[in-house]
């Protein structure tokens, strides 16, 4: 069964735009909206599991420069 989650993202000033970009490239990332508050960046994503989601939140996400924290919540079904 696939996970389905939102990851709200903080980000360094200035820096929203060029992140947006970079997670739209990123497998499974259905949606990026930059906003105005807390978090700067709202992110849906659909992947086929918890370990896979990991894998995108720890290797990928934070591994984007301007990224300072990410929050995970997987959409209960």
């Known amino acids: 069964m696939a996970t389905r989650a939102y990851i709200l993202i903080k980000v360094k000033t ?19 909206h930059p906003c105005f508050g807390r978090p700067d960046i709202f992110v849906f994503i659909n992947v086929q599991d918890e370990r896979s989601l990991s894998d995108v939140v720890i290797s990928k996400i934070h591994a984007i420069d301007g990224v300072e924290e990410t929050d995970t919540h997987i959409v209960a079904e």
Do not use: M, P, Y
């Not at 060029?18 to 990026?32: H, N, T, Y």
């Open 14 to 32: 200035g820096k929203t735009k060029d992140v947006v970009a970079s997670l739209k490239r990123i497998a499974g990332i259905e949606q990026a």
